[in-house]
C-alpha cells in the first residue's frame, strides 16, 4: 500500500511532507519522493530505498514550496528505481499514485502515437501524460482531470500537483481511500489520515469514486458523474488515527472497503506485471515440479481459503492437495510425502492448532512454506519460506480483507506452481495474470452493489436458517457465507456443494428457507441451475449471486439477484468473496449485533 501526502500550506511543505510520510511507513516501501512549486515551477526529489536516503537528498538540495505532494511507493509496474519513483512528471504537473491502471497499455500506446514520450516503466506515468494532454487541447487543469479519470480503468487514488498553480490540488479515488484534512488556512490530501494526524484532526473522506479540488480556502468534492457534492469533515480523537474507522459505522465495513487496494498491494509483491509473469516474494526456492502432493491446513476462514487454492493447485499445475482442518491434522499423524511440501494459512500467525500442525510436519521433514499476515509472527518465523499476504491490521473479528488477499496470494502461487511443473505456457500464464490485475477494479465494482445488498439483509435478518449452495470455487464460499453469517447475525447457516442437495439437505427446503446460490457463470453454472430448480420446485426463497449472463439463464426467477460485474471465472472466488460479506455485514447491522466483537469469539485463536 503505497502512501500519498498532498500539503498546500503556509510555510516550506517538504519537511512536513516527509514527515506525514514516516507516518506511512508502516504499509512498506521500496522509494520515495516529493514535488513542490519552486516560484511556480515543478522541483522533484527523489530517492530508492528508504526515507532517509530521501531526507538526505534534501538535505543537499532542499526545496521551499509552499504546495507539494509526496509519495512511498511499493513497485508495481518497473524496477524499485529513482526513475521509477514517484512524483512522476511532464512539464506541466506531477502526479502521485496509489493502485493498478489495468489498461495501461493501451493508454500508453495510444498517448505515444499522438507524441507523447515516456521515462519510465510505470503505469502511473500514463495519468500524468493522459492529463497533460487533456491541457494540451485547452483544458483547465480542474477540466483536465475530469475528462481524464473515465479513461483510468483499475482501482486507483491519485494527487496531481500543476505547475504555476500555487493554490490547487487535486485528488481522486476508485478503489483506493483517501481523506481531506482541513486546517487553518492550509489544507491536506493523505491516503491515510494517520498521516494528516500532526496536522489537523479535522477529516473528510472521498467516497468511492470522488475527487477533490483544493486550495486554501477549502475543498470542493465531485461524485463520479462530475455532480458537486457533500462530504463532511468530522474531528478525529487522536488516538484513534492509530487505528481509526474512517467514514464507516464498523471497522468490519472499512475493512471490506479496503479490499481493492489491499488486494492490489498483495498482487504487487507476487507479479512482474509488465512481463505478465509471477514473481514470488520470498527467498530460496521449492521445487514444485518434484512434488507428489501438497499438504494444506488452516482454520476458519483460513481453511476456506485453502480450500480454494486446492482447486487452483489441481487444475493449474496438476498438484495433487491433501487439506486438512488444523485441529483435526494435528491427531491424526498422517503420513506426508518424503521431502513433501506443507502450506499453511493464517491471518495472525499465531493459530495455535496450526502452528501445532506445522511443528508435526517439520517432524516429517516437510518444507514449510505459510501464507501470513504478520511476517514477524510464530508460524512466519518457523517456517522456510513466507508468502505474506499485506493485508495491513484487520480489527474486525470476523475475517475479510485477510481471506480475499489469502486468496490472491494463493492464486499466485499456483500459478508459480503450474508454470514451473510445466502445465501452463507463457502464453497462458500472461493470461492469468492479467484476470489477477484486473481484480482490485472488479473488486470496487462489486462494492457498488451494497445498496442492493443492504435491502436484502433486512429480508434475510427474519429467517431462523439459510443455505448456501455452490460448485467448484464457490463451494468454499458457500462454507465462508455461512460461516460470516452464524458468526456476526447468529443466524443458522451451512453452506453445501450445490450437488450434494439432494443427499439431505434439500429435505430442509420450504417456503421460509432462503437459499443463497454463488454461481458465475462457469463450466459448471448448468449443474448449479439444475439445483436450484429443485430448490425451487419445493418453494424455496432463492438468492441467486450471478453476473448478467447467469441471470438471463438460469432458467427461473429468484427472489433476488444480485448482478456481478464480468470477470475471468477462474479466480472468480476472489471478487465473489465480497457479496457474501456484505450480505453476513448488512444483515447483522440491521439486527444491531455487535459486529466487531460478536459475541463468544477471538480474532487470534491462540489456545487449543
Known amino acids: ?168 490540488l487535486i485528488g481522486a479515488r476508485k478503489g483506493s481511500p483517501l481523506a481531506v484534512g482541513v486546517g487553518d488556512g492550509e489544507m491536506y490530501l493523505g491516503s491515510d489520515a494517520l498521516a494528516l494526524a500532526p496536522f489537523t484532526n479535522l477529516i473528510a473522506y472521498l467516497e468511492e469514486g470522488d475527487w477533490v479540488v483544493l486550495n486554501r480556502k477549502g475543498a470542493t468534492f465531485y461524485d463520479k458523474a462530475n455532480t458537486v457534492v457533500q462530504r463532511r469533515a468530522q474531528r478525529v480523537a487522536a488516538g484513534a488515527f492509530l487505528v481509526e474507522k474512517g467514514n464507516h459505522r464498523h471497522f468490519m465495513a472499512k475493512e471490506i472497503y479496503e479490499q481493492p487496494e489491499v488486494v492490489g498491494h498483495t498482487l504487487t509483491q507476487y507479479l512482474d506485471m509488465a512481463a505478465g509473469r509471477v514473481r514470488l516474494p520470498f527467498k530460496g526456492t521449492i521445487d514444485w515440479k518434484a512434488l507428489s502432493r501438497l499438504s494444506v491446513s488452516a ?47 493464517s491471518q495472525s500467525g499465531e493459530t495455535a492448532d496450526t502452528l501445532a500442525c506445522l511443528r508435526y510436519a517439520k517432524q516429517e521433514k516437510q518444507t514449510i512454506l505459510s501464507v501470513v499476515n504478520v511476517p514477524t509472527s510464530t508460524i512466519a518465523r518457523e517456517s522456510d519460506a513466507v508468502a505474506p499476504t499485506l493485508a495491513g ?112 439437505p434439500i429435505a430442509l427446503i420450504d417456503e421460509a428457507m432462503p437459499v443463497i446460490v454463488v454461481a458465475p457463470h462457469d463450466a459448471l453454472f448448468e449443474k448449479t441451475a439444475s439445483n436450484m430448480q429443485e430448490v425451487a420446485a419445493r418453494g424455496g426463497r432463492i438468492i441467486l449471486i450471478t453476473d448478467a449472463k447467469g441471470a438471463a439463464e438460469c432458467g427461473i426467477e429468484p427472489e433476488a439477484t444480485i448482478i456481478m460485474p464480468d470477470m475471468d471465472p477462474t479466480f472468480a472466488a476472489i471478487v465473489y468473496a465480497l457479496p457474501i460479506q456484505m450480505i453476513a455485514y448488512q444483515t447483522a447491522v440491521f439486527m444491531g449485533k455487535d459486529v466487531d466483537q460478536p459475541r463468544n469469539l477471538a480474532k487470534s485463536v491462540t489456545v487449543e
Open 299 to 345: 482454520c476458519g476462514t483460513a481453511y476456506y481459503a485453502g480450500l480454494t487454492a486446492k482447486y487452483w493447485f489441481e487444475r493449474l499445475a496438476r498438484l495433487p492437495v491433501e487439506i486438512d482442518v488444523a485441529s483435526e491434522l494435528r491427531y491424526r499423524e498422517a503420513p506426508m510425502p518424503e521431502n513433501g511440501l506443507a502450506l499453511f494459512v
Open 393 to 504: 491490521p484487520e480489527i474486525g473479528v470476523a475475517s475479510t480483507k485477510a481471506f480475499t488477499c489469502q486468496l490472491t496470494a494463493l492464486a499466485c502461487l499456483a500459478l508459480a506452481a503450474g508454470r514451473a511443473r510445466g502445465t501452463l505456457s507463457a502464453q497462458e500464464e500472461a493470461r492469468h495474470v492479467q484476470s489477477l490485475i484486473a481484480l482490485p477494479g472488479l473488486i470496487a465494482k462489486a462494492l457498488e452493489l451494497e445498496p442492493a445488498i443492504e435491502k436484502l439483509a433486512r429480508e434475510l435478518s427474519k429467517a431462523r436458517d439459510v443455505l448456501y449452495l455452490g460448485r467448484g470455487t464457490s463451494f468454499p464460499l458457500a462454507l465462508e457465507g455461512a460461516l460470516k453469517l452464524k458468526e456476526i447475525s447468529y443466524i443458522h447457516a451451512e453452506g453445501y456443494p450445490a450437488g450434494e442437495l439432494k443427499h439431505g
Open 1 to 168: 500500500m503505497c502512501g500519498i501526502v498532498g500539503i498546500l500550506g503556509k510555510e516550506a511543505v517538504a519537511t512536513q511532507v516527509i514527515e506525514a510520510l514516516r507516518r506511512l511507513e508502516y504499509r512498506g516501501y521500496d522509494s520515495a519522493g516529493v514535488a513542490t512549486l519552486e516560484h511556480g515551477l515543478l522541483t522533484r526529489r527523489r530517492a530508492e530505498g528508504k526515507l532517509k536516503n530521501l531526507e538526505v537528498r534534501l538535505s543537499n538540495e532542499p526545496l521551499e514550496g509552499l504546495i507539494g505532494i509526496g509519495h512511498t511507493r511499493w513497485a508495481t509496474h518497473g524496477k524499485p528505481n529513482e526513475t521509477n519513483a514517484h512524483p512522476h512528471a511532464t512539464a506541466k504537473l506531477a502526479v502521485v499514485h496509489n493502485g493498478i491502471i489495468e489498461n495501461f497499455r493501451e493508454l500508453r500506446a495510444e498517448l505515444q502515437a499522438d507524441g507523447y514520450v515516456f521515462a519510465t516503466e510505470t503505469d502511473t506515468e500514463i495519468v500524468a501524460h493522459l492529463v497533460t494532454r487533456e491541457l494540451d487541447h485547452g483544458k483547465t487543469p480542474v477540466e483536465a482531470v475530469a475528462a481524464s479519470l473515465p479513461r483510468l480503468r483499475g482501482a486507483f487514488a491519485l494527487a496531481f500537483l500543476f505547475e504555476g498553480q500555487e493554490d490547487l
